[in-house]
């Protein structure tokens, strides 16, 4: 049983170009959160999805950052026209249909932007 | 907007001594979870508490929710080389979305 899936692990980017990080949730979860981690500090909340909702962006910068949960394939979180401060570890956690108690997260992507 | 503040941000002690690190939230929690991350890794879940007051142990780890649920603390005892890490606390607020507020996190550090 396959736990959360995150890929790529390492993205590097130059400033403008856009980043596509994916995240598959665990089996049977239909919930999605991203969080954004900046070295030496704690999760930030950045998005909640179920399959094609957005539950709450209220972490999500107004511009340049989206993020959708299709119906069949991986959440994505895309950042357009990258900057150096978006260079962070961005993690994707999922939990069941209910929503609440553990998430489970998974391995990051680690984003560089030069 | 609702925030969670942790102290301390760092702690080292020395083998076979305690540890202990505090949450507080600006605003009542309906629940609060405590996750632990390793240097390059990524968070993985301790536990969770619900009710006001409750106390949970795992083996060396005791954890607590404050009466007014809006603190919390962990406690380990007797420290080994293998509880290095990052321990963070992660609120859900009164809407129970299922979005969590994380502390800022206490690195532990312990020498053999």
């Known amino acids: 049983n396959a736990g959360v899936m995150q890929n790529p692990r390492h993205l590097v980017r130059r400033r403008g170009q856009e980043a596509r990080l994916r995240c598959s949730p665990m089996?049977?979860?239909?919930?999605v959160y991203w969080y954004r981690q900046l070295p030496e500090e704690g999760l930030k909340f950045m998005v909640y999805l179920q399959k094609e909702n957005i539950i709450d962006e209220s972490g999500m910068p107004k511009e340049r950052f989206s993020a959708e949960f299709p119906k069949e394939g991986p959440s994505i979180l895309r950042i357009q026209q990258v900057v150096r401060g978006d260079s962070a570890a961005y993690f994707c956690?999922?939990?069941?249909?209910?929503?609440?108690?553990?998430?489970?997260f998974g391995p990051g992507t680690r984003l560089t932007v030069l | 907007g609702q925030q969670v503040m942790q102290i301390p941000q760092y702690q080292h002690v020395q083998e076979g001594e305690d540890f202990t690190t505090y949450c507080n939230s600006s605003?009542?929690?309906?629940?609060i979870q405590w996750y632990k991350q390793r240097p390059g890794g990524h968070p993985v879940f301790l536990i969770q508490l619900v009710k006001s007051g409750e106390v949970k142990k795992q083996k060396r780890l005791t954890f607590q929710f404050g009466e007014a649920k809006k603190n919390s603390s962990l406690h380990i005892t007797a420290t080994q080389t293998t509880d290095v890490g990052t321990y963070f606390c992660a609120g859900s607020g009164s809407g129970n979305t299922g979005k969590l507020i994380f502390g800022q996190g206490t690195t532990l550090q312990v020498k053999p």
């Open positions: 089996k049977g979860h239909s919930h």
């Open positions: 605003t009542t929690l309906s629940n």
């Open positions: 956690a999922s939990s069941p249909p209910s929503g609440l108690g553990e998430q489970f």
